[in-house]
């Protein structure tokens, strides 16, 4: 790393500051908000810090502990703010021992693992409102920017802006404790916060998604991960990230259409990520709804090619997915493993069954499956008239044009 009195380039300090910031600013936020309680002080001051070093590292060079830099900065910041503001003495003496003498002590690990959990459970508490748990995680403890945030939620910045300030309020006036559950709790919560980067992983992997909030995701399962080894159903959420994310630069062709699973061109999945997958997956009970869900993700990354895929495995672990967290989206997916495994008239039963509630009417995918079994059992103009059908309810350009696109094609008959 850069000599602390040596200039360094512009390029090389951006760099660097963000290469801090992803690694020191969840924890400088989190250590002031449990000293502080003041959640928009300590996000000030994080973001104050990294002003401050784009500023000053170009000419006075990168720190040898660019973290302890950046919370010594938002400590002495806050500090200067609590003091203006006459607040308690108290607060003021936990703030000027907040930036740690020895990074890598055993003690101050422990606090700042204390730290990261409180913020991530108090961000995904069950009493917001679940996109208000998944922007106040971005922006909290990703210091992802308002605006960024808003485009993907499809509403002004202001509006991003008040519905954080409302979800810091209830935090502040429900009383929601700063603190990891422990016990029948933890297990209680814990979907919760689990859930919250699975909607946060979605907005970043859908077709018309943000990248970078699928990266955030995969950040995020990773440190729930170190900080919770033992707890299965996170290691296999993060598997599943990784095994998804894996597809991530072939699921488009040069043109920007999107490509399916039997085009894409699999000595350009990221095999590394996916041997990680595996890796984390082997050590994780079968049991939990994350860990079925990572299994099927594991046969279809493994996968030499379109035909190789273990349908039955799939369909297997489709029907014990099933049954302890069923839904309609869980039984259309099983439709398609059933219907390559056993055949299209199996997964067409079973399409059936999984549209009798009403729950999927109109839901482009449902039809798109519909279409494809269709064509698959041999009816070649229903199927197309289906993909078109599809199409007309596809909710982005890219999926309307890939649905569009088999509706045109020459579609295959089984025997």
Avoid at 119 to 130: D, E, G, N
Avoid at 232 to 261: C, I
Avoid at 262 to 277: N, P
Wanted: some cysteine.
């Amino acid at each position: 790393m850069t000599d602390a009195r040596a200039p360094a380039p512009v390029a090389a300090t951006a760099a660097a500051v963000a290469a801090a910031s992803a690694d020191a600013y969840a924890r400088i936020v989190a250590a002031l908000i449990r000293v502080t309680g003041d959640w928009t002080l300590a996000e000030d001051c994080a973001q104050e810090a990294l002003a401050l070093a784009l500023q000053r590292w170009p000419q006075e060079g990168v720190p040898g502990n660019p973290a302890a830099w950046l919370m010594t900065v938002a400590r002495n910041r806050a500090i200067d703010v609590l003091r203006r503001a006459s607040v308690e003495r108290r607060k003021l003496a936990e703030l000027a021992v907040l930036a740690p003498a020895d990074p890598g002590s055993a003690a101050v690990e422990e606090e700042v693992v204390d730290d990261r959990l409180r913020l991530i459970f108090t961000c995904c508490h069950p009493a917001l409102a679940l996109e208000a748990r998944v922007a106040l995680t971005l922006r909290t403890i990703g210091g992802v920017p308002t605006a960024d945030i808003a485009r993907a939620f499809l509403v002004s910045e202001s509006t991003m802006t008040r519905r954080l300030t409302r979800a810091k309020t209830k935090i502040a006036d429900a009383g929601i404790p700063y603190r990891v559950p422990t016990g029948a709790a933890l297990t209680e919560r814990l979907p919760g916060v689990l859930a919250v980067l699975y909607l946060l992983f979605t907005h970043g992997y859908n077709p018309d998604g943000r990248p970078a909030f699928a990266d955030e995701a995969i950040r995020l399962a990773r440190l729930l991960h170190h900080l919770m080894p033992d707890q299965g159903e996170v290691s296999a959420l993060l598997a599943l990230f990784l095994f998804q994310h894996s597809r991530r630069d072939t699921r488009r062709d040069r043109h920007g259409n999107l490509l399916t699973l039997d085009k894409q061109d699999r000595l350009r999945w990221d095999h590394a990520a996916i041997d990680e997958g595996l890796h984390i997956l082997a050590g994780t009970p079968e049991d939990g709804p994350y860990a079925l869900q990572a299994r099927i993700a594991a046969c279809h990354a493994t996968a030499a090619s379109a035909d190789a895929t273990d349908w039955p495995a799939i369909a297997t672990w489709y029907d014990r997915l099933a049954l302890i967290q069923p839904s309609p989206v869980i039984e259309l997916n099983r439709a398609v493993a059933h219907g390559y495994a056993h055949g299209p008239a199996a997964g067409l039963a079973l399409l059936t069954q999984a549209r009798a509630g009403g729950a999927l009417d109109e839901y482009p995918l449902a039809i798109a499956v519909e279409a494809d079994l269709t064509a698959r059992h041999g009816d070649r103009a229903r199927a197309a008239a289906l993909f078109r059908q599809a199409a007309a309810a596809a909710h982005s350009e890219p999926e309307r044009r890939a649905l569009l696109d088999r509706a045109d094609e020459p579609l295959g008959v089984d025997d």
